[in-house]
Protein backbone atom coordinates (compact mmCIF):
# COMPACT_ATOMS: atom_id res chain seq x y z
CA UNK A 1 0.00 0.00 0.00
CA UNK A 2 1.23 3.53 -1.14
CA UNK A 3 2.00 6.13 1.83
CA UNK A 4 1.97 10.14 1.91
CA UNK A 5 3.44 12.28 4.09
CA UNK A 6 2.53 15.56 4.76
CA UNK A 7 4.66 18.75 6.10
CA UNK A 8 4.78 22.37 6.41
CA UNK A 9 1.97 22.79 8.82
CA UNK A 10 2.21 25.48 11.85
CA UNK A 11 1.35 28.54 13.94
CA UNK A 12 0.60 31.40 11.69
CA UNK A 13 -0.84 34.81 12.10
CA UNK A 14 -4.07 36.02 9.93
CA UNK A 15 -3.35 37.29 6.59
CA UNK A 16 -0.05 34.98 6.25
CA UNK A 17 1.15 32.01 4.17
CA UNK A 18 2.08 28.62 4.11
CA UNK A 19 3.14 25.89 1.89
CA UNK A 20 2.42 22.47 2.71
CA UNK A 21 3.75 19.74 1.11
CA UNK A 22 2.46 15.79 0.38
CA UNK A 23 5.47 13.47 -0.72
CA UNK A 24 4.57 10.01 -1.64
CA UNK A 25 7.26 7.05 -0.52
CA UNK A 26 9.41 5.80 -2.73
CA UNK A 27 8.09 3.31 -5.12
CA UNK A 28 4.33 4.51 -5.01
CA UNK A 29 3.27 5.97 -7.86
CA UNK A 30 1.78 8.65 -6.43
CA UNK A 31 2.84 10.29 -10.00
CA UNK A 32 0.03 9.03 -12.14
CA UNK A 33 -2.80 9.49 -9.63
CA UNK A 34 -4.76 12.29 -8.65
CA UNK A 35 -4.57 13.91 -5.10
CA UNK A 36 -6.25 15.67 -2.76
CA UNK A 37 -5.74 18.13 -0.15
CA UNK A 38 -8.60 17.78 2.77
CA UNK A 39 -8.80 19.61 6.43
CA UNK A 40 -10.88 18.63 9.30
CA UNK A 41 -10.95 21.41 12.22
CA UNK A 42 -11.97 20.53 16.19
CA UNK A 43 -15.45 19.08 16.78
CA UNK A 44 -16.15 19.52 12.59
CA UNK A 45 -16.22 16.84 9.77
CA UNK A 46 -13.71 16.73 7.48
CA UNK A 47 -14.28 18.72 4.22
CA UNK A 48 -12.55 18.56 0.36
CA UNK A 49 -9.71 22.10 -0.04
CA UNK A 50 -8.55 20.93 -3.23
CA UNK A 51 -7.60 18.36 -6.14
CA UNK A 52 -5.30 17.97 -8.78
CA UNK A 53 -4.98 15.94 -11.64
CA UNK A 54 -1.91 12.89 -12.79
CA UNK A 55 -0.39 16.08 -14.69
CA UNK A 56 -1.90 19.43 -13.33
CA UNK A 57 -4.11 20.34 -16.04
CA UNK A 58 -6.79 20.14 -13.90
CA UNK A 59 -7.66 21.66 -10.65
CA UNK A 60 -10.44 21.77 -8.35
CA UNK A 61 -10.94 23.86 -5.16
CA UNK A 62 -13.61 24.46 -2.04
CA UNK A 63 -15.77 27.83 -2.30
CA UNK A 64 -14.32 28.92 0.89
CA UNK A 65 -10.22 28.40 -0.42
CA UNK A 66 -10.74 30.09 -4.28
CA UNK A 67 -8.40 32.65 -4.65
CA UNK A 68 -6.20 31.81 -1.50
CA UNK A 69 -5.09 28.45 -1.64
CA UNK A 70 -3.32 26.69 -4.76
CA UNK A 71 -2.90 23.48 -5.25
CA UNK A 72 0.93 22.43 -7.60
CA UNK A 73 2.47 19.47 -8.48
CA UNK A 74 6.16 18.44 -9.03
CA UNK A 75 5.94 14.81 -10.83
CA UNK A 76 9.60 14.66 -10.55
CA UNK A 77 9.59 14.78 -7.08
CA UNK A 78 7.04 12.72 -6.62
CA UNK A 79 4.81 15.75 -4.10
CA UNK A 80 2.12 18.20 -4.13
CA UNK A 81 2.17 21.39 -2.62
CA UNK A 82 -0.92 23.25 -1.63
CA UNK A 83 0.32 27.02 -1.18
CA UNK A 84 -1.78 28.93 0.94
CA UNK A 85 -2.04 32.74 1.65
CA UNK A 86 -4.16 35.12 3.58
CA UNK A 87 -4.76 32.54 5.96
CA UNK A 88 -7.71 33.11 8.31
CA UNK A 89 -8.10 31.66 11.72
CA UNK A 90 -11.46 29.85 10.16
CA UNK A 91 -8.54 28.03 7.61
CA UNK A 92 -7.00 26.33 11.42
CA UNK A 93 -7.39 22.52 10.95
CA UNK A 94 -5.60 19.61 10.46
CA UNK A 95 -4.60 19.31 6.83
CA UNK A 96 -4.45 15.89 5.35
CA UNK A 97 -3.64 14.69 1.45
CA UNK A 98 -4.79 11.47 -0.49
CA UNK A 99 -4.12 9.60 -3.47
CA UNK A 100 -6.99 8.85 -6.06
CA UNK A 101 -7.37 6.63 -9.08
CA UNK A 102 -9.17 9.78 -10.81
CA UNK A 103 -10.43 13.25 -9.99
CA UNK A 104 -13.48 11.61 -9.06
CA UNK A 105 -11.87 11.57 -5.44
CA UNK A 106 -13.73 7.80 -4.80
CA UNK A 107 -11.46 4.92 -2.72
CA UNK A 108 -8.52 6.54 -1.80
CA UNK A 109 -5.21 4.40 -2.48
CA UNK A 110 -3.37 6.31 -0.12
CA UNK A 111 -3.90 9.07 3.10
CA UNK A 112 -1.14 10.92 5.47
CA UNK A 113 -1.06 11.42 9.29
CA UNK A 114 -2.31 15.21 8.85
CA UNK A 115 -0.43 18.58 8.94
CA UNK A 116 -1.79 21.26 11.58
CA UNK A 117 -2.21 24.32 10.62
CA UNK A 118 -3.34 26.91 13.10
CA UNK A 119 -3.84 30.58 12.18
CA UNK A 120 -4.25 32.80 14.83
CA UNK A 121 -5.66 36.45 14.81
Known amino acids: QGQVVESGGGLVQAGGSLRLSCAASRGFRAYAMAMGWFRQAPEKEREFVAS????????NYADSVKGRFTISRDIAKNTVYLQMNNLKPEDTAIYSC?????????????WGQGTQVTVSS
Open 52 to 59: INWNGGST
Open 98 to 110: AAYPDMKLVAPTA
